[in-house]
């Protein structure tokens, strides 16, 4: 089965860029999303089909591309910004939507 | 108000059934394949099931595949799942989650608050 393998942690001062990382087999060919979960509550979309952010995420959230890897950045981080953050992917021959393991993004 | 409200979660023994259900409002809920998604606490997303707009078709991870049950009443703008056989590993958080229907819909865009099982003798 598709694997989607994410760092399990990120730790970032306010004000600076995190970066995190989505990597999986011939990844450059297929679309990936992204999702944070915040503390308590239910996961939510922040990118869609590679690059494109739902309405009320702000354009500090940015994904860029390299190889086999997606990278999301969230640029002039805020303390409300910590939370969980996982990429998803769902055709280009993988039948099932997969989930990576989530990386924990921390603000220092 | 758009949203999704799971219910139907809580204690069940081993090898006991339990069917969840989740109330779509807000939106047309049949203009959209339904989705599944359990978390075990402090633990990362599965994804579980899948059932088409129409419920002409339906899709399992293999650790459900035989047990659980997804389907859909659009006339309710419910969506459920039947889990037989039900094992410790199946403890988790379940979400209900709304399949996109822009763009490669390949994504949920919706997600309910979710709903704790507890497989516990």
Redesign the interface.
């Known amino acids: ?1 598709y694997v989607l393998t994410q760092p399990p942690s990120v730790s970032v001062a306010p004000g600076q860029t995190a970066t995190m990382t989505c990597g999986g087999d011939n990844l450059s060919i297929k ?1 990936v ?1 992204w ?1 944070h ?1 915040k503390p308590g ?5 922040v990118i ?2 590679n690059t ?1 952010r ?1 309405s009320g995420i702000p354009e500090r959230f940015s994904v860029s591309r390299s190889g086999n890897t997606a990278t999301l950045s969230i640029s002039r981080v805020e303390a409300g910004d910590e939370a ?1 953050f ?1 990429c ?4 280009g021959g993988v ?8 990386t924990k993004l921390t603000v220092l | 108000q758009v949203q999704l409200v799971e219910s139907g979660g809580g204690v069940v023994q081993p090898g006991r059934p339990l069917r969840l259900s989740c109330t779509a409002s807000g939106f047309t809920f049949g203009s959209h394949g339904m989705h599944w998604v359990r978390q075990t606490p402090g633990k990362g997303l599965e994804w579980v099931a899948h059932i088409w707009h129409d419920g002409s078709k339906q899709s399992y991870a293999d650790s459900v595949k035989g047990r659980f049950t997804i389907s859909r009443d659009n006339s309710k703008n419910t969506l459920y799942v039947q889990m037989n056989s039900l094992r410790g590993e199946d403890t988790a958080f379940y979400y209900c989650a709304r399949q996109a229907n822009v763009g490669t819909m390949g994504y949920i865009d919706l997600w309910g608050r979710g709903t704790l099982v507890t497989v516990s003798s």
């Open positions: 089965s679309t999303h999702y979960q509550q239910a996961p939510a979309l869609h089909d494109k739902p969980d996982y998803q992917i769902w055709g039948d099932r939507p997969v989930f990576g393991g989530g």
